[in-house]
Nanobody, 122 residues
Framework: QVQLVESGGGLVQAGGSLRLSCAAS????????MGWFRQAPGKEREFVAT????????SYADSVKGRFIISRDNAKNTVDLQMNSLKPEDTAVYYC???????????????WGQGTQVTVSS
């Protein structure tokens, strides 16, 4: 069992940066791939980034590639999402998720946090 808690969301101007963090409980965190997803009002939850259990494999949505960086620290049971050059269209609730592989679909992740709001003003 893994419990996930996101933090770091907030309001930022376009072009700014935010760093989201996801803290995991449970001794098996390091065996899970982790992902970040987001959901804007009226839209489906969409993939943002994923990282393998070792951190050696990462994958990003085209919309965030080159702007966002996913990383993890298995000693601290955390996975972070550094978001740079933010755009108004990045506004959404951001969720971290745990799964058995670096999946791109939300339905393939077993564990979910409660989400943290990111709002980017123009």
């Amino acid at each position: 069992q893994v419990q996930l808690v996101e933090s770091g969301g907030g309001l930022v101007q376009a072009g700014g940066s935010l760093r989201l963090s996801c803290a995991a409980s449970g001794r098996t965190f390091s065996s899970y791939a982790m992902g970040w997803f987001r959901q804007a009002p009226g839209k489906e939850r969409e993939f943002v980034a994923t990282i393998s259990w070792s951190g050696s494999i990462t994958s990003y949505a085209d919309s965030v590639k080159g702007r966002f960086i996913i990383s993890r620290d298995n000693a601290k049971n955390t996975v972070d999402l550094q978001m740079n050059s933010l755009k108004p269209e990045d506004t959404a609730v951001y969720y971290c998720a745990g799964g058995t592989n670096t999946y791109l679909r939300a339905k393939d992740y077993r564990y979910w946090g409660q989400g943290t709001q990111v709002t980017v003003s123009s």
